[in-house]
């Protein structure tokens, strides 16, 4: 097959970039020649990876390490004002900008025949309407395409079981859309005017699915609400992990993983993990006196600190660890809720305790209680006791376990870069 020209681009955020690796890295050891639109923040992953990065010209870079610096109320935010702030100020701004500068890119530099983003990339819709590549986006989260049959985004609701309550979460729905989207679709709209575009009518959440050629949504439908008018679009992929060298990395500590009663990994995020009183330091102190072995992800944030408070034989804190590597020795997740580390555990067979709200951490710890592979403490600021109480729960009770082993025999039976490479190359239909 001849070959491609690939541009991959994602949004500044790790959990936004790091599952499309996967696929970029699996198109580049075709013989495609694969590059990548994004934030200078990541030009040191792509150069190990060998990918060529064009970076932002006009667009902001608002990223994981400078957005408490660019809008120090960005933590303050919660709710409602937090779902419109995140809109206007992280995801709407920047579209035209994104589309002028992957339009020159196209017309100057490298004039691509595939272009693949992830869903929160919204110039997506601009670049099918006006450069008319095919556009392949990757959904890492969980699906949030506007569903008679499912609750309003963003709230942590579970799908209603009657007629009144799916009334309800229809109203919901376009109460809510109404607050946080009406002054942004606005701007919006006024942008793809400056673009001699018409307006767009339909919903936001709608735009990634709606302006694709194809949609490739990570994980199964057994971990999504069911859906009769699911778009056709949408192509579940199972677990769609990030590219891993087997020598990126080594655990440190092997022998330890056989000295201790129970194995339990402890991650509070990449971006919601600036105050570790939250999650991190609550689960340390609930479990430090247990025979359990506590292995800490930080993320880089005060990992120095944690380890001279917790310097204690079974804890371990790195500001990175392999989970793909370390849940396969893992008994318990505890998380606030991030989509890729779910499904990755979910992959291993392991259960999740997850407390989260932000992010849409909610609306993912809400499918893990519905599907009894975990428990969600409903609240991103948990006790020490609530966690020592649920996670002795959840060590005795086979319920979640045993949930979490069927999910993982379904996602063994998917080969994710065969299915989307099926689909883009072969136009599979």
């Given at each position: ?57 006009r667009a902001r870079d ?26 206007e100020k992280i995801f ?338």
């Open positions: 097959m001849t070959p491609k020209k690939i541009l991959f681009a994602t949004m500044p955020m790790d959990g936004h970039f790091n599952p499309l690796t996967g696929i970029a890295m699996h198109f580049k050891a075709k013989g495609h020649d694969v590059r990548w639109y994004c934030s200078q923040t990541y030009e040191e992953k792509l150069q190990k990876l060998g990918i060529p990065l064009y970076s932002y010209k608002v990223n994981s390490q400078n957005i408490h610096i660019l809008y120090p109320e960005f933590s303050e935010l919660k709710g409602i004002k937090k779902l419109k702030f995140d809109f709407l701004e920047n579209i035209e900008n994104h589309y002028i500068d992957i339009k020159e890119i196209y017309e100057t530099e490298f004039e691509f025949d595939l272009f693949f983003c992830d869903s929160a990339f919204y110039a997506l819709q601009i670049i099918n309407e006006k450069i008319g590549k095919p556009v392949c986006v990757v959904n890492p989260g969980p699906m949030l395409e506007i569903s008679r049959d499912t609750p309003p985004n963003f709230i942590g609701l579970t799908p209603a079981r009657t007629i009144v309550g799916k009334k309800l979460h229809q109203l919901m729905r376009i109460f809510m859309d109404k607050i946080i989207f009406t002054d942004g679709m606005k701007l919006y709209n006024n942008m793809r005017k400056s673009q001699d575009l018409p307006s767009y009518n339909g919903s936001f959440w709608d735009i990634s699915a709606d302006y694709s050629t194809l949609f490739f949504q990570s994980g199964i439908p057994e971990f999504e609400y069911f859906r009769s008018d699911l778009n056709p679009k949408v192509k579940f992929t199972g677990a769609l992990l990030p590219f891993k060298k087997v020598s990126d990395y080594r655990f440190k500590y092997p022998e330890k993983l056989k000295l201790y009663e129970k194995v339990i990994l402890i991650s509070q995020g990449t971006i919601d993990n600036k105050d570790q009183n939250k999650l991190i330091i609550p689960a340390l102190e609930a479990l430090k006196d247990k025979n359990y072995l506590l292995l800490v992800a930080t993320g880089n944030i005060n990992t120095d600190e944690l380890r001279k408070k917790y310097n204690l034989p079974n804890i371990i804190i790195e500001d990175f660890i392999d989970f793909d590597f370390i849940l396969d020795f893992t008994d318990l997740y505890i998380t606030n809720g991030g989509y890729g580390g779910v499904i990755l555990s979910l992959s291993k067979g392991i259960p999740i305790l997850t407390a989260g709200i932000t992010e849409g951490k909610n609306d993912i710890n809400a499918r893990i209680r519905y599907y009894k592979v975990g428990i969600d403490l409903k609240t991103e600021n948990p006790s020490s006791d609530k966690i020592r109480i649920k996670t002795e729960e959840m060590l005795v009770n086979k319920t979640f376990k045993d949930n979490a082993s069927r999910l993982q025999s379904i996602l063994r039976n998917y080969n994710t870069m065969k299915i989307i490479e099926d689909y883009v190359l072969e136009d599979k239909k």
